[in-house]
């Protein structure tokens, strides 16, 4: 039973206004946003309330918010997301005839010779198995960052930011499926030219239309809501944020299934100049809420930080699978799990801490089969909200999934086969 939610898949997304912006593979639906609204935030106190998404992505929680009159503040570590986000808040700041005027200096700018490139140049340390880009759309995507680099207006310079890291993929010899992966890995051929300026006008053309939206809606309110992101781990939320100053959370954590979201945006975190090196992704990799198997698997014995027998027991079956493969059998995932449990456990407390009493927060979140064990994510979130000053009012699953072959039966991942289905549930806290 969902008790009644809106079915959180983030797919519901890629047809709305704003949230379609960014190709996205996790998160939720907008519609179950605004339902976590119409339950646990009364519209009397609607212009004073505080929205808070500790993992907000790409921006679903922020932009409903405001829609909605609420303020909005979200956290987000990743620099590409955290930039989808902050360009989708600043979005009603702009005019459409502004955004359409640079659309048409941006078209002017890419029909002169392609020479005029100037100093731009490919990121020095960006790696792929294979060329990024085909030698012609590469030429056509340096004059386009070019021209992006020189905005001085920032929320214009966002906007272009964001429209061409959401293209530049499909611009290029990697494909999502849904991970990055080449396109010859995945049956396709490779391409030595692309359309970049069509691309990137057709996508500002949509975004264009959005903003226009966007601040119709926004304009029914008698003082415009803002949105605020914070690009920090939300584990050090109390440096940025006073306590009891939440009015209601709704969030999605990383599911513990080791999607590397790093890794993914390594492009646009290139391409963009987010970093210019790989020390500075393992730097993002470390602030990633419970680590990922690649930078735990190897490490002693990580324990847990605070007692919880059922637990234990669910990190020992998984430890003893698979001996014989060392940190690629269930000690290395047992590492992944008890990172990712210990980070959860410090979430409750920051969570407990922010939220006004009686305030509720909402999280999303999937169970998990890691070597063939079923970790019944949901359950143990609840016990540790409980420790933390939080109380459980309810569980529901919001979505049934199909088992997910590359989180079970991989020949990393699988230990013994299970029947267990992979399931999404909201667990609603309160505050007391």
């Known amino acids: 039973m969902n008790g009644g939610f809106a079915d959180s898949a983030f797919s519901d997304n890629k047809q709305r206004p704003i949230h379609r912006w960014v190709p996205w593979i996790a998160g939720f639906s907008a ?8 339950r646990y935030l009364p519209a009397s106190h609607a212009s004073s309330a505080i929205v808070l998404d500790p993992f907000c992505g790409v921006g679903t929680t922020l932009i409903e918010a405001m829609r909605c009159g609420h303020d909005a503040v979200g956290f987000e570590v990743n620099p590409y997301p955290a930039l989808a986000s902050r360009a989708k808040c600043e979005a009603a700041s702009l005019s459409p005839s502004q955004v359409n005027s640079y659309i048409g200096k941006f078209e002017e700018y890419m029909r002169q010779p392609l020479g005029d490139a100037g100093s731009v140049a490919a990121p020095e340390h960006f790696r792929s198995r294979i060329p990024f880009f085909g030698p012609h759309a590469q030429a056509k995507v340096l004059k386009a960052l070019g021209f992006i680099r020189r905005l001085a207006v920032p929320p214009i310079q966002d906007l272009f930011s964001i429209a061409f890291g959401s293209v530049m993929v499909s611009l290029s ?11 010859p890995a995945v049956g396709k051929p490779t391409q030595d030219d692309a359309p970049v300026a069509e691309s990137m006008v057709a996508k500002l053309l949509a975004m264009k239309s959005d903003v226009a939206w966007f601040r119709e809606e926004l304009g029914r309110f008698a003082r415009r809501p803002q949105g605020r992101v914070i690009p ?18 709704v969030t999605s954590p990383p599911y513990l299934n080791n999607y590397h979201y790093v890794r993914n945006t390594r492009p646009q975190l290139f391409w963009l100049e987010f970093v210019s090196k790989p020390s500075e992704l393992k730097r993002l990799e470390s602030q990633n809420f419970g680590k990922y198997w690649q930078t735990v698997r190897d490490l002693e014995r990580v324990p847990l930080d605070f007692d919880h027998p059922d637990l234990e027991k669910l990190l020992a079956e998984i430890r003893c699978v698979g001996v014989e493969r060392g940190s690629y059998g269930g000690r290395g995932w047992a590492n992944y799990a008890a990172s990712y449990f210990n980070d959860t456990n410090r979430f409750c407390h920051v969570a407990g801490q922010l939220l006004k009493p009686q305030a509720r927060a909402v999280v999303v979140v999937g169970n998990s089969i890691l070597q063939g064990v079923e970790i019944p994510i949901d359950n143990i979130l609840a016990d540790l909200a409980t420790r933390h000053g939080l109380v459980v009012e309810s569980i529901h699953i919001v979505r049934q999934k199909r088992v997910g072959a590359s989180i079970v039966a991989s020949s990393v991942r699988h230990g013994a086969r299970t029947t267990a289905k992979l399931y999404e549930s909201a667990v609603v806290l309160r505050r007391t």
Request: charged share 20%; proline share 5%; glycine share 0%.
């Open 31 to 38: 519609e179950f946003v605004r339902d976590s609204f119409a």
């Open 173 to 183: 010899n990697y494909s999502y499926e849904p991970s990055l992966s080449s396109r």
């Open 232 to 249: 920090d781990n939300f584990l050090n939320a109390l440096e940025h944020l006073q306590p009891a100053s939440v009015d209601l959370l």
